[in-house]
Structure formats: C-alpha cells, structure tokens
C-alpha cells in the first residue's frame, strides 16, 4: 500500500499546501470559537441589564445577592436621619443604577441634608468655612434638573421639611422660612423665641394643614397657607422636643423624661413619665410605636422603650450596642450602632424588641447613615448599599469615590443620593 499522500489527480500531494489548509482550518475554529464567547457574554449582559431593579410588591422573588458594580465589595452574605420614608408602591429595589448626576463643587466646605415630597429633592447645603453659602436647592427626581436655590447668607439649621407643596427651612438666628416646593418662592416666614439649632434634625412636623414646631417650652401649630398660628400650648417643662406626627395625633418629649400626646388642638391626651436616671433623649414614631431611646454611656449601650402612640401604654424595652436612627421597614426595626468605628445595623421585631440579626460591617468600610425609601432599607457611606430588612444580608453594593452623610430620598421613581462630588439619580 502506497503510503504517500495523493490528491484526486493521483499525483504526490504538497506538504506545504496541506499544511496551509489545516492552518486555515485552525483559525476558522478559532474564530468560531471567539465568535461564540463574545455572542455568550454579550447575552449574559443582556441577562443581566434585564433582570428587574425592583421586587414588585406581594412577589414571590427574592432579591439576587452579589456586590452589583463593586468588585471590590463585600461578599453577599456579610453581616448600618432619612427624613422621608415615602413609597410609591411599585416594590423594593433589588438594584441601583445611575441614571443622571448633576455634579457639585467637591472642595465646597458644606455639609448636605436632604429629604423629598415624592417628586423632588430638596438638598440643603450648610456651609461651615471658606466662601461657600449655605444655600437650600430643588431637583426633580425624574430628571435631575435642578428647579431653584435659594441662598441663606446667615446660614441654615437642620434639614429641610417637605410637604403639602411646601419646604420649611429652619434658618440660623430663629426664622422658619416656608417655600413652595415648585418654585422655591418664599410663601411666609416668622420668627422663633427659641431658635431650631438641631444640625441634623427637620425643624417640625405636619399634620393636616397644620406645622407644629417646638419653642421652647411650648408647642405651636401655624397655618401651613398663611403662616399664622393657630395653636399654642405652654408645659412646665422648660424644654421640649420637636412633635412627632402619630397617626392623628401629635407624641412630644420633654428634658425632663416625660412624654405625651396631645391633640390636634394641642390638647393631652395621654402622659408618661420616665424615672429621672433614665431619662430618653429621643423619640422617633415608627408607625403605631413610639420608640424611645437613651443612650447609657457608662456601658456604651442603647436602651429603647416601645410604647402605644394612641394610648401610651409600654409595649416592650430592649438594650443594644450605642446606637441611633430608628427605622421600621417589614415589620422590623432597623437601628445604626455605633460602639465601633466601623458602624454596624441591628434588627429588631417591632413587636418584641427581641434582636433578630447584626450586620457587621468590613474593616475599611463606613457607614455614615442608613434609611428606608420605597420600602428599600438602605445604607450610604463610601458605599450604597441595599440590605434585606429580614436577614440583614447585602443584597446590593455599590462604591462611591467620595462620601455621604446624608441619606437618600425617593424622588421621581429614582433614588436620589448626595455626594459630596454629585447628585445622583439611581434606578
């Protein structure tokens, strides 16, 4: 049997051209072969840009774990004041990705506040040092156009509050100023005896057509139309804290350790009164509770007290590391401990107060705050992070090259987030 290699005209073949032909045939496949990885990833891409960004409310599905565009990211299964809770029904985010920034001076000497009515964002800038000027500013949350700013040369106390087509603005030396939320036209504006000097705190709170605030020692309700006051109610207690809105009623806090609600009108309806070596420092209503908190500093410890907003009757105590910003969000209550450095967040069951997980954070990682917008629990530092209210998990990070300190706000059907270099818009 001959062994040489023939072609079809039976004359000897040529090694160099069979071997350009298995050299053809080697790149083809290989080609083929690239082919096939690009058309691979390029559907695994749109895998994932068309897996939804929300769960809808009532669904089944749980939120996918991963550290989202953070490669650097803590690993899913590691185990941190909004002023505004508002949810327009469509669900929890699983995912956040930026769909406008509107960028901001990152050398300004300011500290930024923010909270929403729902359509726009209302971010107030309180300058500290330098040239810059305290400055209170709207965006629409759809968009990120930025609608007004008005300017406060005399500087700004607190957070902006938003509602009923207004933003109330507490300014430095005592004025509450009242702004139509479209257009940032000043609507009124009157002077307090005691000014609001609260740096992180919103100036009052609405119930109805009426802005209740606290001066001094007393409590006031003004018209949210005219400004002109309404209600007016003296304690003898010669503090007291900024009402809280509790259903129909109003929850106030004194200096003293005493709480109760009053009415509409300003009237009790009901009184507590804590032990004077344990007087709360704050409360926050967190639906039909009303949660009350104390710091121990002796032993670096939180204690908090549940009560009925519409009886005051004590539902429950509980202790914790130092912590604060109390949220409720599916049925648990969400607080940031700070004992370390690092800032962790604890669950409780709203109805126990039993602990039901601790969300440790990374060494390296901070958290600056956490809020709940769109039913989503968030927490904001140098990351963005989305945490499953019932486990405590990560279920979304996103890094940030320049911090926050204040908490996002749903805006527009957007998450609006202040960093000190932008305002971003997150879907």
Not at 216 to 245: C, F, M, W
Request: charged share 15%; net charge negative.
């Amino acid at each position: 049997m001959d062994t040489n290699a023939t072609n079809t005209t039976g004359t000897p073949a040529d090694p160099l051209q069979t071997t350009a032909r298995h050299s053809k045939r080697w790149l083809w496949l290989l080609m083929g072969a690239v082919a096939i990885l690009l058309l691979a990833a390029g559907g695994w891409w749109a895998y994932q840009a068309s897996q939804p960004h929300r769960q809808a409310l009532g669904s089944a599905q749980s939120a996918p774990s991963g550290t989202g565009t953070n490669p650097n990211a803590p690993a899913a299964d590691v185990l941190t004041v909004s002023h505004t809770s508002s949810n327009d029904g469509k669900g929890a985010w699983l995912r956040l990705d930026q769909a406008w920034k509107v960028p901001l001076n990152q050398n300004a000497m300011v500290n930024y506040l923010q909270t929403s009515d729902g359509q726009r964002a209302f971010v107030t800038a309180s300058a500290f040092g330098g040239n810059d000027v305290s400055a209170l500013r709207a965006y629409d949350g759809t968009s990120g156009k930025k609608l007004w700013e008005v300017p406060f040369g005399g500087g700004v106390h607190g957070a902006p509050l938003a509602g009923n087509g207004l933003v109330i603005q507490a300014a430095a030396g005592g004025d509450f100023v009242a702004m139509e939320a479209t257009t940032g036209h000043e609507r009124w504006r009157f002077h307090a005896d005691k000014p609001f000097i609260d740096n992180l705190e919103v100036p009052g709170t609405f119930l109805g057509d009426v802005f209740y605030y606290a001066d001094g020692s007393a409590v006031n309700g003004v018209d949210i139309h005219t400004g002109k006051q309404l209600y007016h109610s003296v304690s003898k207690y010669l503090s007291l804290e900024n009402p809280r809105t509790a259903g129909d009623h109003l929850v106030v806090l004194s200096d003293f350790g005493t709480m109760f609600g009053l009415s509409k009108d300003l009237k009790p309806l009901w009184g507590y009164t804590f032990p004077q070596d344990s007087a709360p420092h704050d409360v926050t209503v967190l639906g039909a509770i009303a949660l009350v908190h104390r710091i121990q500093n002796s032993d670096n410890q939180s204690v908090w007290w549940a009560f009925d907003v519409n009886t005051g009757k004590q539902l429950w105590t509980t202790t914790t590391e130092r912590a604060n910003q109390p949220l409720l969000v599916d049925g648990v209550i969400a607080v940031m401990g700070y004992a370390t450095s690092h800032h962790s967040v604890i669950g409780l069951d709203h109805t126990t107060g039993k602990q039901l997980w601790v969300q440790q954070a990374k060494d390296g990682f901070e958290r600056e705050k956490i809020t709940v917008a769109d039913g989503t629990l968030l927490s904001v530092g140098h990351h963005l992070q989305i945490l499953d209210p019932k486990t405590g998990k990560v279920t979304f990070d996103r890094a940030f090259t320049f911090g926050s300190s204040t908490a996002p706000v749903a805006a527009g059907g957007h998450i609006v987030a202040t960093f000190s270099d932008a305002v971003y818009g997150l879907q």
